[in-house]
């Protein structure tokens, strides 16, 4: 019998070339590894469901599967996560020096609804109590004009979102006419140097291993999601391609460990991994359900006291169940 043959859309990250490059291999399954950017993934996915695996937004699949749209299962394999306080900016003429400084402030964001967005709407509130309600939000596309939202949700009553489809953030945050900005990617003008924008926390690296120290979180961002068909036919698939997940990662974390060579255009790397271990243990970044339980349902409870989900989820309806443990001899 001959494998089938899926394909895959994700990024190019360091845990999960190995199965880009073929060095590991799901079983029974021959994979087609699509690179691209994790915005053209999420909008081709949620807009017409290409792929058969992909990657998508944590954030988004939890709305989706809210408002009844189910078409994908997900395996608890996190490609991407990541802390946020380095993706805020702001303008230097807008008084700012503090996160309780922005309420009542205009903030730009790309997509309301974006992960990213939701975790530090959850940060404003919980950690500086500024509830979403008190800042004037803004959406427009980064670089480009005209970006909307991937997934529908309704807008909670108490929030001003104002879109501008003639303007971009980049634009905006160096003249002034939003006072801060979130953004995953860092606007050109910041990049070029511009004296008008600079990060909110310019000691970002502190404030997020503090964050981890109160918290415990490492934001989840991005989740892997097999189209729901697929599953249905050929339940196995979800467990395969769980293990060959694993096995990228446990092959990425040897090689970021390798002192006899630089793999990565770092020098200090090595150093680097032994300060992330001894803050967050050697598996830092967990695959599985019940490891990262804690921290989605952070994510779940941000996005329904946000109102981009009107009631709680089952999350582990939401995931195969043939993920959630694994065969031992």
Known sequence: MSDI?????????????????GLVKP??????????????????????????????????????????????????????????????????????????????KRMGVPE??????????????????????????????????????????????????ESRADRTLNQMIETGEIDAMMSPRMPTCFMNGSPHVRRLFPNYKQAEMDYFKKTGLFPIMHVIVIKRAIYEKDPWVAQALYKAFCA??????????DTNILRVSLPWTSAEYEQT???????????????????LETLHSYLHEQGLIKQKLNLDELFARETREAFKI
């Open 5 to 21: 043959q899926l394909t895959l859309a994700c990024e190019d990250y360091d845990r999960t070339r190995p199965l880009k490059d």
């Open 27 to 104: 079983e029974g399954i021959e994979l087609n590894y699509l690179v691209m950017s994790v915005e053209e993934i999420f909008w081709r996915m949620m807009k017409y469901e290409e792929c058969d695996v992909s990657e998508l937004s944590m954030g988004a699949f939890l709305t989706a599967a809210a408002r009844g749209r189910r078409p994908f299962i997900a395996i608890p394999v996190f490609p991407s996560r990541t802390f946020r306080h380095r993706c805020l900016f702001i303008n230097t003429a807008s008084g700012v020096e503090r996160p309780q400084d922005l309420r009542g």
């Open 112 to 161: 309301y609804s974006m992960t990213a967005a939701v975790w530090l709407r959850g940060l404003f509130q919980h950690e500086y109590g500024i509830p979403p309600s008190e800042i004037h939000w803004i959406q427009a596309g980064e670089e480009n004009p005209g970006r909307k939202d991937r997934v529908d949700f309704e807008m909670p009553a108490a929030v001003r979102l």
């Open 248 to 257: 990228a990662k446990d092959l990425c974390m040897e090689e970021l460990y």
């Open 277 to 295: 271990r001894d803050l967050m243990t050697a598996d830092y970044w967990p695959y599985g359900l019940a490891p990262n339980r804690e921290n």
